[in-house]
């Protein structure tokens, strides 16, 4: 079965430490992208990564960090740079940049 | 940059009709997509419309007006299930824009 897979479901860290949300795909698509959303808004992207060994901010980049060293996975990092780290983060990906995405199942962030 | 404006609540009876509306404001446009998200679960493709007309997808049809800078995602025979929120969304160069949403609710 091809898809995209992120874990773990639900995560509770302590303020202040960094914490690496995880994101696969058995897709074969090239690009990838992160997701955050908060209660009642939309998708907000953080980083975004047309191929291997690339990736761009998106639009709220800043506390996040990502790598992209193997076409199938996007790990994410929220740092404790983040101001406000508590979301739902989605990871999702697409055959190239710009195309029609599929989403993982989202990762629910609580940091106390 | 991309600004997109849709409906943030609407409300409809089990078996009518409903239209859900998005303009935008794009630097960079490719086409026009649908996603539906239940509460709590992740969004899911809809529809995608590059062109100007209508796209039908069973109950689901979406339309696109690139000169008006406006779409429609319009669902028909509505039915419980269908309440969730629904995202339109921009394709342009390399990202797709995200709408902040509007959440459909579906009455008996």
Redesign the interface.
């Known amino acids: 079965d091809g898809g995209i897979t992120q874990s773990p479901k639900y995560l509770f860290r302590k303020e202040g430490q960094n914490v690496t949300l995880s994101c696969e795909q058995n897709l074969n698509h090239d690009a990838m ?1 992160w ?1 955050r959303q908060d209660p ?4 907000r ?1 953080i980083y ?1 990564s ?1 191929i291997v060994n690339d990736f ?1 901010k ?1 639009d709220i980049a800043e506390g996040y960090s990502v790598s992209r060293e193997k076409k199938e996975s996007f790990p994410l990092t929220v740092t404790s740079a983040q101001k406000n780290p508590t979301a739902f983060y ?1 990871c999702a990906s ?1 055959i190239q ?10 990762t629910r962030l609580t940091v106390t | 940059g991309q600004s997109l404006e849709q409906p943030s609540e609407v409300t409809a009876v089990e078996g009518a009709i409903v239209q859900i509306n998005c303009t935008y404001q794009t630097s960079g446009f ?1 086409g026009l ?1 649908w996603y539906q998200q239940h509460d709590g ?5 809809l529809s ?1 419309n590059a062109l100007d007309g209508l796209e039908e997808t069973g109950r689901f049809s979406s339309f696109l007006s690139r000169s008006d800078s406006y779409g429609y995602l319009l669902l028909q025979e509505l039915q419980m299930k269908d309440s969730a929120s629904y ?1 339109c969304a921009v ?11 509007t ?1 459909l609710q579906v009455i008996p």
């Not at chain 1, 940049?97 to 199942?105: A, I, L, V």
């Not at chain 2, 679960?41 to 493709?45: E, I, L, S, V």
């Not at chain 2, 394709?91 to 949403?101: A, I, L, M, S």
């Open positions: 992208y997701y009642g808004q939309g998708l992207l975004y047309q761009q998106g989605l697409s940049s710009g195309t029609d995405q599929y989403f993982g199942p989202g | 490719y997509s679960g992740a969004p899911t493709f995608y995202f394709r342009g160069y390399q990202k797709v824009t995200f709408g902040t949403g959440k």
